[in-house]
C-alpha cells in the first residue's frame, strides 16, 4: 500500500489546516500520528473504512475532526485553533486488519507515508 501525505505548511496560531492522505488501495483504518522536534511519534486520530469509529487524543479532542472519501481512498485530518505546540511532522498510516479494537497506536498500523510537515509560529 503506497500512502501520499499532503496539506502541511507554515502557518499562525489559530489558524486551520487540512491534511490528506491518499491510499492506493482499502485498508482497515487510517491514522493520524506526529512527532515533534526531540520527541516520540504520538497518536492524533483515526478513523475505520466504515467510518463508523473515529478515536482521538486528548491533545487534538475538540480541535480536529477526521474523516474519509472512499471513493477517493482519501482520509483528511482538519486541524482548527493551532498553536506553536502542533508545530511536528505528521504522518499518515493505514491497518491491514478489521480486528484492532482502538487502533491508536502505532503497532496497530501496517504501512506509513513519508509525512507533511505543519509548522504554526506564535
Known amino acids: 500500500v503506497q500512502l501520499q501525505a499532503s496539506g502541511g505548511g507554515l502557518v499562525q496560531t489559530g489558524d486551520s489546516l487540512r491534511l490528506s492522505c491518499a491510499a492506493s488501495?482499502?485498508?482497515?483504518?487510517t491514522g493520524w500520528f506526529r512527532q515533534a522536534p526531540g520527541k516520540e511519534r504520538e497518536f492524533m486520530a483515526s478513523?475505520?473504512?466504515?467510518?463508523?469509529?473515529?478515536y482521538y487524543a486528548d491533545s487534538v479532542k475538540g480541535r480536529s475532526t477526521i474523516s474519509r472519501d472512499n471513493a477517493k481512498n482519501t482520509v483528511y485530518l482538519q486541524m482548527n485553533s493551532l498553536k506553536p505546540e502542533d508545530t511536528a511532522v505528521y504522518y499518515c498510516?493505514?491497518?491491514?486488519?478489521?480486528?484492532?479494537?482502538?487502533?491508536?497506536?502505532?503497532?496497530?498500523?501496517?504501512?506509513w507515508g513519508q509525512g507533511t510537515e505543519v509548522t504554526v509560529s506564535s
Open positions: 498510516a493505514v491497518a491491514r486488519s478489521y480486528w484492532v479494537k482502538k487502533y491508536d497506536h502505532s503497532r496497530d498500523y501496517d504501512y
Open positions: 488501495q482499502q485498508t482497515a483504518a
Open positions: 478513523i475505520t473504512w466504515s467510518a463508523d469509529t473515529t
